[in-house]
């Protein structure tokens, strides 16, 4: 670790409590000087961490930071795993290093500089703030990924629920809802050969304590996790996403996305209800009505039941 972020680091953990800190206080504690204390803070903010200063009191984290215990997390993932305070985005780290990775390899972040969504979309990615988790696996061939991003949804979700977080809900094809608004995304990404052995990064982005100056660079309604009673350990989160990641990635390879359809209907956020398809420049209305064998969502349209599937479809709650 560079002596940039170990010194970052260092400062977080003397915040960790939440109080204010005074600048002159840290710089005993690091044994450097103020001003080096002043060029960390504007560091971090650059970084966007949420940051009170107050004259004469000093500085307090004005959201909590959760920062993964890196020894721990190697420890327990049993796989290669890569963990970097920044990056320019976990998924394509792993793409640029496919040829060299197997099933199960990890790759785990605190900062994106170029975080990215479904559909082109940036994801916002402040330091320390949530989790950015890569996942590699690899299938015999292309035909076999279809329904993965489902797959993984309904992963994190029973990950989470463990947990003890409640009013979850599924989004088809790719996002988890906590409390009816957005708490993480899924990116799966694939290379390779329509004939032949694909392979797969599975990107998982989870909010969980979004600092206010970047909740204003989103879109559209988001949640996270710091109203939770137990706000999950980021390490312990991790490891747990991995093992059950990779238990329902070698079901779905057994047994195909059949094995996920009831787990899916249970969480599903949308079921029963009106929504919008929105496919470039059609909009298609009807009630939900889940998921079929291949991962298309069902939608009971004026036309009857209808299965629609394809990385430019949209979902949204209808009127």
Not at 13 to 41: P, T, W
């Amino acid at each position: 670790m560079s002596e940039h972020w170990q010194r970052k680091r260092e400062i977080l953990a003397l915040m960790a409590a939440g109080d204010f800190v005074s600048g002159e206080l840290l710089a005993e504690k690091l044994g450097i000087s103020r001003s080096a204390i002043n060029k960390h803070m504007d560091g971090l903010a650059d970084y966007g961490v949420s940051l009170f200063s107050v004259k004469g009191k000093g500085y307090k984290l004005a959201s909590p930071v959760s920062l993964i215990d890196p020894v721990r997390l190697k420890q327990g993932i049993g796989k290669r795993c890569f963990y970097f305070d920044e990056t320019e985005s976990t998924n394509a780290f792993m793409l640029q290093h496919a040829d060299e990775l197997e099933s199960g390899d990890l790759c785990v972040a605190e900062y994106q500089s170029s975080g990215r969504g479904r559909r082109g979309r940036s994801w916002v990615s402040p330091y320390g703030s949530h989790l950015y988790f890569s996942l590699f696996w690899s299938l015999p061939e292309l035909s076999k990924a279809m329904g993965l991003s489902l797959v993984a949804g309904c992963a994190l979700a029973k990950v989470l629920a463990d947990l003890g977080v409640e009013e979850l809900g599924l989004k088809w094809p790719n996002d988890l809802y906590f409390q009816g608004r957005k708490l993480a995304g899924i990116l799966v990404e694939i290379k390779g050969q329509a004939d032949g052995e694909c392979q797969l990064v599975i990107g998982i982005g989870v909010n969980l304590a979004m600092p206010m100056s970047q909740a204003e660079k989103i879109d559209q309604p988001w949640s996270d996790l710091q109203s939770t009673e137990r706000m999950p350990d980021k390490t312990s989160l991790t490891l747990a996403l991995h093992s059950q990641l990779c238990r329902d990635l070698e079901l779905f390879e057994r047994e195909g996305l059949c094995a996920f359809q009831s787990r899916w209907s249970a969480a599903d956020e949308f079921a029963g209800k009106p929504v919008e398809l929105l496919m470039a420049d059609r909009r298609i209305a009807g009630i939900c009505r889940g998921i079929d064998e291949q991962g298309a969502l069902l939608l009971e349209t004026d036309a009857g039941l209808q299965s629609f599937i394809g990385g430019e479809i949209s979902l949204r709650a209808g009127h």
